[in-house]
């Protein structure tokens, strides 16, 4: 079974950035279409952006075009998300999975805390 570590998250201003990355092992990455999630404080989970299996097609939620870039390194198994010009409202825990279902046993997340 795959395994996901998610770690790069902190606390920023707002218009700030940080790099999200997602490590994964135990399984093959590289056959999975993967995605970035998040989950603020009394929402649902949400589809952030999403990243095809070479790399080569992504998607973005409107609320982050433009502003977020997922990426991959199949050869070392790790997921990407470049956030630039933060906002308050994307504070939230971030989630690296498949895109798909059935999803993997999620991580324990990564805190992006953005202040005004």
């Known amino acids: 079974q795959v395994q996901l570590v998610e770690s790069g998250g902190g606390l920023v201003q707002a218009g700030g950035s940080l790099r999200l990355s997602c490590a994964a092992s135990?399984?093959?990455?590289?056959?999975?279409?993967m995605g970035w999630f998040r989950q603020a404080p009394g929402k649902e989970r949400e589809l952030v952006a999403t990243?095809?299996?070479?790399?080569?097609?992504?998607y973005y939620a409107d609320s982050v075009k433009g502003r977020f870039t997922i990426s991959r390194d199949n050869a070392k198994n790790t997921l990407y998300l470049q956030m630039n010009s933060l906002k308050p409202e994307d504070t939230a825990v971030y989630y690296c999975?498949?895109?798909?279902?059935?999803?993997?046993?999620w991580g324990q997340g990564t805190q992006v805390t953005v202040s005004s």
């Open positions: 135990g399984g093959n990455f590289s056959a999975f279409l």
């Open positions: 990243i095809t299996r070479s790399g080569g097609s992504t």
């Open positions: 999975n498949k895109r798909n279902s059935p999803k993997l046993d």
